[in-house]
């Protein structure tokens, strides 16, 4: 018997219909579309509207989406992981209300939280699940409903952040495709400089809280940039040497789409053509866990059974890492 690979074999995704554009932030806060395009590379971000709506409602809409291109049951999968940081609710996990939803009432569940690397981290989570044996259906979704932390009178973080989700299904391969190699990373280091205040068991939610306006993202801006840069084209380098991989090698690098500085300094430092770098920042902004499966989700159709896609993220924590992934399907 060959060796058992984790691969993913349906795609889904959803993103909210309402446009928040760069000429509509103008009329919020002080910036233009020109200084957010030069600096961030994004247009537009989709926000989610309607009250009682929260991330759930993403994340069961790109579930959705997987199951029905998919021709899945949502009887025969084991497991659903929510990636997310922006759950329903605090203690009640918002992936085993999602399972419920989907119809997955065979499966166990649970959310994963490490900021915009959450997706990342849960691919290595779900791939260990199939490669032990036990499991052969794992869904994981990444979503963020981040308009629900934005100040949206604080022009360095409004411009950046968007609402989204996207699904993957993972399944055991005898090809020897899907998940080759990881190298994930953290630094509690990077506690301090992109995060929230108050909400949290060191800072309960008080009157006072309410006041100062302790509930929203807040970032050092440089600080976060700088290590970005730097880590996620180190890992994505290293991935590479580790498995003998040339820039020729690699089809497809599927970067978190956090800034465009950020992932052209990961291409060049890989050596990557340009026309091999997936990029749809410019559409959605930064959707936290959401980036990396809706890049698969939007570009599903480019890719060919045995591509190679290298994966990279950096998230708030600090949190980072790179996976190699081998495609396991045609998309007809």
């Known amino acids: ?61 790109a579930a959705e989406d997987l199951l029905q291109k998919g021709n899945v049951n949502p009887l025969d999968i084991d497991l659903v992981i929510v990636a997310s940081a922006t759950p329903d609710l605090l203690v009640a996990a918002t992936a085993v209300y999602v399972a419920t939803e989907i119809g997955a009432t065979n499966a166990f569940a649970y959310d994963l939280q490490a900021a915009c690397s959450g997706f990342l981290f849960g691919m290595s989570t779900a791939a260990a699940y199939i490669e032990s044996g036990r499991y052969k259906k794992v869904l994981l979704i990444g979503a963020d409903k981040m308009s629900s932390i934005i100040d949206y009178t604080d022009r360095a ?100 789409q956090a800034n465009k500085r950020i992932i052209d300094a990961t291409s060049s430092r890989m050596g990557v053509d340009e026309s091999k770098v997936l990029i749809n920042i410019e559409k959605y902004g930064n959707t936290t866990s959401a980036t990396l499966p809706l890049l698969l989700f939007d570009f599903e159709k480019k890719f060919k059974k045995g591509d190679n896609l290298i994966f990279a993220a950096f998230g708030g924590g600090f949190t980072w890492g790179s996976i190699y992934l081998k495609w396991a399907y045609n998309r007809e």
């Open 157 to 256: 973080t409004c411009i950046i952040f968007g609402d989204g989700a996207g699904a993957v299904l993972f399944e055991p391969n005898f090809e020897g495709l899907g998940m080759q190699d990881e190298y994930l990373r953290s630094d509690g280091i990077g506690r301090e400089f992109l995060k929230i205040d108050a909400g949290g068991s060191i800072l309960p939610t008080t009157f006072e809280t309410l006041e100062n306006n302790q509930h929203t993202v807040i970032q050092d801006g440089k600080t976060v940039f700088k290590w970005a840069v730097t880590n996620m084209a180190d890992v994505s380098e290293l991935i590479m040497k580790r498995n003998d991989l040339t820039n020729d090698d690699v089809d497809w690098l599927i970067a978190h």
């Open 1 to 61: 018997m060959n060796k058992i690979t984790a691969a993913i074999t349906a795609v889904g995704g959803y993103v909210p219909d309402f446009v928040l554009s760069n000429k509509v932030l103008e009329t919020m806060v002080d910036t233009n579309d020109e200084w957010i395009t030069s600096r961030t590379g994004i247009k537009e971000r989709r926000i989610l509207k309607g009250e009682g709506l929260g991330t759930s409602y993403l994340a069961i809409k």
